[in-house]
């Protein structure tokens, strides 16, 4: 059985700084791209961050030099380390795997953790 479990949400002030955690199990983490993507109230979900098996990163504009994602293969965990948040900031965070396998796309995702940046 798949899961993902998303940690380390919460209330912040402006500013501050939050690490997300996902507790992956039940498939082969290691060979998974593994991503957070964020869904602000009204608006579409967009990727944060995201990490290849091999360690390289992808990050969307917006964050660029305020977060870092991280990933423990032993651990099955990936990390999301934010700073400097803003109230844009503010969304629920999806922790997402993805591996693609002669043209077939496998997905999984977390039920989410909310992050709120007040102002």
């Known amino acids: 059985q798949v899961q993902l479990v998303e940690s380390g949400g919460g209330l912040v002030q402006a500013g501050g700084s939050l690490r997300l955690s996902c507790a992956a199990s039940?498939?082969?983490?290691?060979?998974?791209?593994m991503g957070w993507y964020r869904q602000a109230a009204g608006k579409q979900r967009e990727l944060v961050a995201d990490?290849?098996?091999?360690?390289?990163?992808n990050y969307v504009d917006s964050v660029k030099g305020r977060c870092i994602i991280s990933r423990d293969n032993a651990k099955n965990t990936v990390y999301l380390h934010m700073n400097v948040l803003g109230p844009e900031d503010t969304a629920v965070y999806y922790c997402?795997?993805?591996?693609?396998?002669?043209?077939?796309?496998?997905?999984?995702w977390g039920q989410g953790t909310q992050v709120t940046v007040s102002s």
């Open positions: 990490i290849t098996s091999s360690g390289s990163t």
């Open positions: 997402s795997a993805k591996r693609i396998v002669a043209d077939m796309l496998s997905d999984y």
């Open positions: 039940g498939f082969t983490f290691s060979r998974y791209i």
